[in-house]
């Protein structure tokens, strides 16, 4: 599954220069498909195609939060998750509404980065 962080974050920014994947952002700001991936563009198979440079909204504007279609758990990298290893306030945990897979990690982390 992927991570989340709760409403305990107290906004230090340790995660966001772990994450392999650049999916966690300061609450607030806009985030990005391409930011840290190799994505140019994301088809979403029904029509929708978003470029990898488009700005998208912040999943939160209060606190950092990860986007959860970016978060692979840091699989293929790391043998655990970063954000949480080094969040001093253990605010960074498993969310239970992206119950992922390893297979489905390791295909997203090859998705996310152009790998054959």
Do not use: R
């Not at 392999?20 to 840290?36: K, L, M, R, S």
């Not at 470029?51 to 959860?68: C, H, L, R, T, W």
């Not at 978060?71 to 293929?76: H, I, P, R, V, Y």
């Amino acid at each position: 599954m992927a991570i989340m962080i709760t409403d305990e974050c107290i906004n230090c920014g340790a995660c966001e220069p772990e994450c392999p994947n650049t999916a966690i952002y300061e609450g607030g700001v806009e985030w990005t498909w391409g930011g840290g991936t190799e994505l140019t563009e994301v088809d979403f198979g029904d029509g929708t195609v978003v470029g990898g440079k488009d700005p998208q909204a912040p999943v939160s504007d209060e606190f950092y939060y990860i986007v959860a279609d970016k978060c692979t758990e840091c699989m293929g990298f790391h043998e655990e998750p970063q954000c949480a290893a080094v969040c001093p306030v253990d605010c960074c945990v498993p969310d239970p509404d992206h119950e992922e897979d390893d297979e489905t990690l390791l295909a997203k982390k090859a998705w996310l980065h152009a790998e054959a």
